[in-house]
Structures are given as structure tokens and as C-alpha cells.
């Protein structure tokens, strides 16, 4: 059986590694790291200093046995022992945004704490959270179906907001991806939804993300027609965003089914992440389905 208070120490350790990650971004602010991760993408000094802060000290974490990161091609065993019957795998994105360090916007960190051996369902996820590092560190954690805000100073957490829900009334909307790239029946929908929210797009997820849990509303980085998959990745981004926006009363889908129920295939796979207020994401499943 797994350990399930390491979920505890899990969310307390991201919580004490997010200052150190925050304090090393200023002197790799344009540095890149001279790689690709195993997506292809350009991964800078920042990105593998905070997948090396938190492989350590998540890696240490009695009942946590197998840890895999966006910036690491397989997963790596921590311990000895299968996820789900000896212990924890954590899946974590660093650094999530992190071309927006050039420009100095918002970035975070995302994590998803399965029991289950990675890559994992999101119906595995017990739990699951990120960093913003904004004008201010927060971290919000979706545990037991409900959904916390932390404040995260000095390493500590304090609870500054307890079930926390998208609003009734929603008012934002951010969609990725160039428009022209958008196939038609998106784009209708996006034509929709421009004429009712207010457009709020910063480049991070975690950041987009937490303007619609603040505010209500709809995230999106859709099916694209150069990339059908869209950008952002199952594992480390899209279920366990999923699991707060849903544990927060809204909804999250890749087109057709909640996030949290497409088949894991692959570490890396992407696909493409709509999540926010019920309702817009059920008038997308329509749109689509046209
Ligand atoms: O630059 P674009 O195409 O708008 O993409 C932005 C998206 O890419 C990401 O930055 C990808 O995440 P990483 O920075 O972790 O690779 C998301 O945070 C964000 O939603
Ligand atoms: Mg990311
Ligand atoms: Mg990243």
C-alpha cells in the first residue's frame, strides 16, 4: 500500500524548495541551458535548476518511489518498490512558463502525486498542486476533493483561502496558440466566448490558470492544425490542473472527455487542455462536436 502521508510531505517540500527556485531565477534569467527536453523545446538555466532542486528533495521523501519531470526523458525509481503498492510517483513540471523569465511575467511549478505507476491516469492523481510565483509565492493544492490557497513564505505554507471554487460569474478567457493555427470549429467558439470574457493571456499556464480560478471562466491551448495534440503535456501540466479546476467545481476537457480520464500512452504525450467554468467547457464539447 502506498504511504499516503507522504502526500502531506510531498505538498510541504514543494512548498520549502518553491524560495530556492524563486531565489535562482534572477541570475539565470537569460541563460538557456543549451539542451532540448525530450519535447523538443529549448529548456534554460532555470528550468534544470529547478528540476534538480525538487528531484532531490522530492526524491528523498519516504514513500515516494518513482519521480519524473518534463525535463527528464524516463522516469527515475527513487526507491525500490511499484507506485501504487509500495509508494507515491510525483510527476512535475519546474518550471511551467519559463520563456516568461526573459520578460519577467509570471512562471510556476505544477505537480501530480499518483498512486500509480507513471505515466498515470488522472483518476490516479491523490492529489495535486502548483506554484505561482508571482508578485507573490502561492500554491494551491487539490486534496480529498477540495481545493486550498497557500501563501508560501520562508518555505512555510499558510492557508490564506479554504474550498475554494471557480466563481458563478465568469470573466476571463485566455486561449494559446496563434490563430490562424486554430482549426475552424475552435475558432467559432473562441469568436463566441471573445464577445462575452475578457481576454486575460500571460504565456504560463499557472498563471492563466489562476486568473480563472480567481475569476471564472476558461483556460484553453487547443488542438492546433499543425498540432492536433496541441502543446502542453498530459502528465506534468494537463491532469493535474485538471484535478484542481475540477476539485474547484469546474471542468476540464481534451475535446471530448475530462482530462482526467484520457488514456496515459506516454510520459511526454500532449494533449490538448481546456479547463475552467462548467458551463464553457461544456458549450466547447459542443462546439467540437459539430
Ligand atoms: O508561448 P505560447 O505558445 O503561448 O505557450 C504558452 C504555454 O506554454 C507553456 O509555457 C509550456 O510550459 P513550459 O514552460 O513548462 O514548457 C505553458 O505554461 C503556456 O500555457
Ligand atoms: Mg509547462
Ligand atoms: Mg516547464
Known amino acids: 500500500m502506498a504511504d499516503y502521508e507522504a502526500v502531506d510531505d510531498v505538498i510541504e517540500t514543494v512548498a520549502a524548495v518553491a524560495p530556492d527556485v524563486r531565489a535562482g531565477l534572477p541570475g539565470r534569467r537569460l541563460t538557456e541551458a543549451g539542451v532540448e527536453n525530450p519535447s ?6 532555470a528550468d534544470v535548476h529547478a528540476d534538480e532542486l525538487f528531484f532531490e528533495a522530492l526524491g528523498a521523501i519516504d514513500g515516494v518511489v518513482e519521480f519524473a519531470s518534463e525535463e527528464r526523458e524516463a522516469a527515475v525509481d527513487v526507491a525500490d518498490g511499484t507506485a501504487g503498492e509500495d509508494g507515491l510517483a510525483v510527476a512535475i513540471d519546474p518550471l511551467d512558463g519559463s520563456s516568461n523569465l526573459a520578460s519577467n511575467n509570471a512562471m510556476g511549478t505544477i505537480v501530480g502525486v499518483a498512486d500509480a505507476p507513471l505515466p498515470a491516469a488522472g483518476t490516479d492523481l491523490v492529489a495535486a498542486a502548483y506554484v505561482l510565483y508571482g508578485p ?20 512555510e505554507m499558510t492557508a490564506v483561502e479554504e474550498d475554494v471554487e471557480l466563481p458563478d460569474e465568469p470573466v476571463v ?5 496563434r490563430v490562424p493555427d486554430w482549426p ?22 499557472v498563471g492563466d490558470v489562476n486568473q480563472v480560478l480567481s475569476y471564472g471562466g476558461i483556460f484553453a491551448y487547443p488542438a492546433l492544425d499543425s ?3 496541441g502543446k502542453l503535456r498530459l502528465q506534468f501540466e494537463g ?5 484542481i479546476i475540477e476539485a474547484a467545481g469546474g471542468a476540464s476537457s481534451d475535446g471530448e472527455r475530462s482530462l482526467l480520464s484520457v488514456e496515459p500512452t506516454d510520459l511526454h504525450q500532449r494533449v490538448p487542455v481546456h479547463v475552467g467554468t462548467a458551463e464553457y467547457v461544456e458549450r466547447l464539447e459542443a462546439a467540437l462536436a459539430d
Open 184 to 205: 475552424d470549429a475552435f475558432h467559432d467558439y473562441a469568436r463566441e466566448v471573445e464577445s462575452e470574457l475578457k481576454l486575460r493571456y500571460g504565456g504560463a499556464m
Open 40 to 45: 523538443g523545446e529549448t529548456v534554460t538555466a
Open 173 to 177: 478567457y485566455g486561449f494559446g496558440g
Open 239 to 243: 491532469a493535474p490542473i485538471a484535478k
Open 136 to 155: 507573490i509565492t502561492t500554491m494551491t493544492v487539490a486534496r480529498e476533493g477540495t481545493v486550498t490557497t497557500y501563501v508560501i513564505d520562508g518555505g
Open 227 to 229: 498540432a492536433p495534440n
